[in-house]
């Protein structure tokens, strides 16, 4: 079974959703270790709770160079067995962008979840850009993580629909809950190996 690591910066509303799957045995990996660059992230709490392992690196107050704070968070990974052979990285609302040594070491083992339809509106607050563009429809996305700013190869996307009425607020709530049921959905997509990932796109079989 592989293990799992997950990067967190905060709530961890998509991290419960996976660690609830994994208990429930709708997927079949390993919960190795849930790690945040916030000590005061509130999915701590909620990982420390479902029993699974919690480390902290603050960036905050970190003093190296980005590639030397992912060298940590890769030392950690490997430590619970997160290795690129044998682990996935699930991005979980995890606020940082990974340097390129991460993302090359770990190639195609590190997907993120992202509140809009990629490529459109990536970047920070994409449900208010989504709403200040006018569009009609936004959703999320799962993706693998590659060099670039939420550029990867789609794995699921998931549509809601625009309403006049909507608010940032109503709009994110709504993304929300669509995040919840596809994030489980690709990590357990994965975990059975059910994932080809030719050039930019992926064959789901
Ligand atoms: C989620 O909406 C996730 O899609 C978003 O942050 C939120 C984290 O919530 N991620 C990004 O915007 C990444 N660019 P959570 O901590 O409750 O899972």
Do not use: W
Not at 34 to 55: R, T
Not at 165 to 191: G, N, W
Not at 195 to 204: A, S
């Amino acid at each position: 079974m592989l293990n799992l690591g997950i990067l967190i910066s905060g709530r961890g509303s998509n991290m419960e959703s996976i660690l609830k799957s994994i208990k429930t045995k709708k997927i079949p990996i390993n919960p190795a270790i849930v790690i945040s660059n916030k000590i005061d992230a509130k999915g701590l709490a909620i990982a420390k709770k479902m029993g699974v392992n919690v480390e902290v690196i603050e960036s905050k107050n970190f003093k190296g160079t980005r590639s030397e704070f992912d060298e940590k968070i890769m030392e950690i990974l490997v430590k619970y067995g997160v290795t690129p052979r044998n682990g996935l990285v699930c991005l979980a609302g995890f606020m940082r962008i990974i340097s390129p040594e991460f993302v090359k070491k770990y190639k195609n083992k590190i997907i993120n979840i992202h509140p809009a339809l990629l490529p459109a509106f990536p970047g920070l607050n994409s449900q208010k850009q989504a709403l200040d563009y006018g569009a009609k429809y936004s959703g999320c996305t799962v993706h693998f993580v590659d060099a670039g700013m939420d550029t990867g190869a789609i794995i699921i996307q998931s549509i809601v629909e625009i309403k006049n009425k909507d608010t940032e607020k109503s709009l994110s709530k709504k993304i929300l809950k669509e995040e919840h049921r596809i994030y489980p959905q690709a990590v357990s997509l994965f975990a059975r190996k059910k994932i080809k990932v030719l050039g930019r796109k992926t064959i789901i079989s």
